[in-house]
């Protein structure tokens, strides 16, 4: 089945310092890939929806000068936290559509600690 | 606003028995999809069932199976003969054309031995 990869899974940097969160579609392309946060024992919140070649948009609330998104090609999208904080540290999961349908796939999610 | 609301933050089942987790939504479009999903402890989303709005036949998917009432716009969760490695959180998800989901707050099933 389709497989949408996160790297890294896991990843600690120092407050002040710049992250980035890779998310690709391993066989398939995509059209389109959704970033979600989730922090602990709560639900997924979509933050931005990122479309190759254009612009990413932003849900309200979401500072798109700190979260840059970039989906450069149909199958990678990547995530820059910029300027990290301790509150961001969060669980980041991203999801693709492919491009032939209206399914989504899940990547496995990235952990995020900044200290 | 276009909202998915699960009720039962917890619940516990006994293993072989059944279980329902209960998710409403709100929505003024006509047509969309709702999910399930499974999320265990290693945090990977799992698709356990889709339901298309248009369809009034409620999905099935071997042990689980939903009961879609769209007037009511609800659509919950019946999982049959409940196995220890059912036990995660469950999410509740509305996708509208847009493909961007909104997620309910989640249900945690506890599966007793």
């Known amino acids: 089945g389709a497989v949408v990869s996160q790297h890294p899974s896991r990843v600690i940097c120092k407050s002040g310092t710049s992250v980035k969160i890779e998310c690709r579609s391993l066989?398939?392309?995509?059209?389109?890939m959704f970033w979600y946060r989730q922090f602990p024992k709560q639900s997924l919140m979509l933050m931005a929806t990122?479309?190759?070649?254009?612009?990413?948009?932003?849900e309200q609330g979401v500072e798109k000068d700190k979260f840059l998104i970039n989906h450069a090609s149909l199958t990678l999208s990547t995530l820059t936290v910029t300027s990290a904080h301790p509150e961001d540290s969060s669980f980041y999961i991203c999801?693709?559509?492919?491009?032939?349908?209206?399914?989504?796939?899940f990547g496995e999610g990235s952990w995020l600690t900044v200290v | 606003a276009q909202t998915v609301t699960q009720s039962q933050p917890e619940m516990s089942v006994q293993e072989a028995e059944t279980v329902t987790l209960s998710c409403t939504y709100d929505?003024?479009?006509?047509?969309?999809?709702l999910f399930w999903y499974k999320q265990p402890p290693s945090r990977q989303m799992i698709l356990v069932i889709r339901?298309?709005?248009?369809?009034?036949q409620n999905a099935t998917e071997n042990r689980f199976s939903v009961n879609f009432q769209k007037a009511a716009k609800s659509f919950s969760l019946k999982i049959s003969d409940s196995q220890l490695g059912d036990a995660a959180m469950y999410f509740c998800?509305?996708?509208?054309?847009?493909?961007?989901?909104?997620f309910g707050t989640g249900t945690r099933l506890k599966v007793l031995a």
């Open positions: 990122s479309n190759e070649g254009s612009k990413a948009t932003y």
């Open positions: 339901q298309e709005a248009y369809k009034q």
């Open positions: 999801s693709a559509r492919d491009l032939q349908g209206n399914t989504i796939y």
């Open positions: 998800a509305y996708r509208p054309g847009t493909y961007k989901y909104i």
């Open positions: 929505t003024s479009e006509s047509d969309y999809y």
């Open positions: 066989d398939f392309q995509a059209t389109t």
